[in-house]
């Protein structure tokens, strides 16, 4: 924790990130700081929250960064969180819905018998919905209504993915002399996840519209991280602007979406895809 006192902190307003320890949950963490917005990061690895709070305290120095593991899954952890800072008097009125399961594609990893439809795992789909579904539900569910309680304005915005509009296409993921039985797939687990996010952030902004609270959707496109030369050059055909995003070219929606700059929107689904889902 920060060596500011209590009192100092007292009625301060945080922004909230789950899943910070992963790509995306960084950029998200630098836009707020960057327009010097307090920020706590969740993760349920303690280690790499612990090491990105390190690395953006060198950099925003006059900011307030709080890590603290959380496990998006069980409500005790979500509301023990909750409970951690209301007793500090800190207000949370920014929510990023960002933890997620996205399973990577190498051949250790993901293969057709992990992966396709004929081997559906009932256990990796509970596991799946449970971090990437239940968690926003219920992290939304916990600092959405103590936001109302305390008759305070807030933001919640869920992280889906142009997946959240467009199904897979399959064909970026084909390896060569493999047969088709056995190639590998996005699993149907995500896909169907985030467009589940996309209806949830639509009954959250309807349901609240009444409490100051509003809730949009982000979906970004494929994003630069070490893929293999051949799904980047899969991916790129399927975008009209024929490359994947760089890891911060979504900052600027995340300001926009965390802020009043965008005081009249609700129930969105910001699609920043390169243009894969027109097409």
């Not at 569910?141 to 109302?148: A, C, D, R, S, V």
Request: hydrophobic fraction near 40%.
């Amino acid at each position: 924790m920060n060596t500011k006192s209590i009192k100092d902190l007292r009625n301060r307003k945080f922004a909230l990130i789950t899943g910070a320890g992963g790509l995306l949950g960084e950029e998200h963490a630098v836009s707020l700081l960057e327009i010097n917005k307090d920020i706590i990061l969740t993760d349920i690895n303690l280690n790499k929250i612990q090491k990105l709070k390190k690395k953006l305290e060198k950099t925003f120095k006059s900011s307030q960064i709080f890590s603290i593991k959380m496990d998006v899954t069980n409500e005790k952890s979500i509301n023990k969180v909750w409970s951690t800072f209301n007793k500090k008097k800190i207000i949370i009125d920014v929510l990023i819905n960002n933890a997620a399961l996205d399973p990577k594609f190498n051949k250790k990893v993901i293969n057709g018998k992990n992966s396709r439809l004929e081997f559906f795992s009932v256990q990796n789909w509970h596991k799946e919905f449970s971090v990437g579904l239940t968690g926003t539900i219920l992290c939304s569910k916990i600092f959405g209504t103590q936001l109302i309680k305390k008759r305070t304005k807030g933001i919640i915005l869920n992280i889906a993915s142009d997946l959240s509009v467009i199904s897979p296409n399959q064909n970026v993921y084909k390896i060569s002399k493999i047969k088709k039985s056995l190639q590998p797939v996005k699993p149907i687990g995500y896909s169907i996840i985030k467009h589940g996010i996309v209806g949830l952030t639509k009954y959250i902004s309807t349901y609240w519209s009444s409490d100051n609270i509003r809730c949009n959707a982000l979906s970004p496109g494929p994003v630069l991280n070490l893929q293999s030369k051949a799904l980047i050059k899969n991916l790129e055909k399927l975008i009209p602007m024929g490359r994947l995003a760089n890891k911060n070219e979504y900052k600027s929606a995340i300001k926009f979406l965390c802020t009043e700059d965008s005081s009249y929107m609700t129930g969105q689904n910001v699609i920043i895809d390169g243009g894969r889902s027109i097409w």
